[in-house]
């Protein structure tokens, strides 16, 4: 090897574990350091956000429909017609789950 040292013996040489040699890695791939962040740091950092963000809207839309059946579950018992009989836009009660 010219001039590389292979992971162990960096952590050998700085007394470091492994383990916080490759989180720096990982850190300075997606530019954490300052630095510029490679392309698949970047695209990595890019996929935890939307797949946190997909995440966040599920539970919104389980919300929503689950306050859209008790509103329609208490329109019932109260018999009065339901919020959405009176729309154009085709969604029923029968559609939500």
Not at 42 to 58: F, N, P, Q, S, Y
């Amino acid at each position: 090897m010219s001039g590389e040292s292979r992971p162990a013996q960096l952590c050998r040489r700085y007394n470091i574990t492994t383990s916080l040699l490759y989180h720096w890695k990982k850190q300075y791939s997606r530019g954490k350091f300052n630095n510029e962040p490679t392309g698949e740091g970047a695209l990595k950092d890019r996929i935890e956000k939307l797949e946190r963000l997909v995440g966040k809207l599920t539970l919104e839309n389980e919300f929503l429909k689950r306050g859209l059946q008790h509103s329609l579950s208490q329109s019932q018992r109260n018999g009065k017609s339901s919020p959405l009989s009176n729309t154009s836009s085709g969604i029923s009660a029968g559609s939500v789950d």
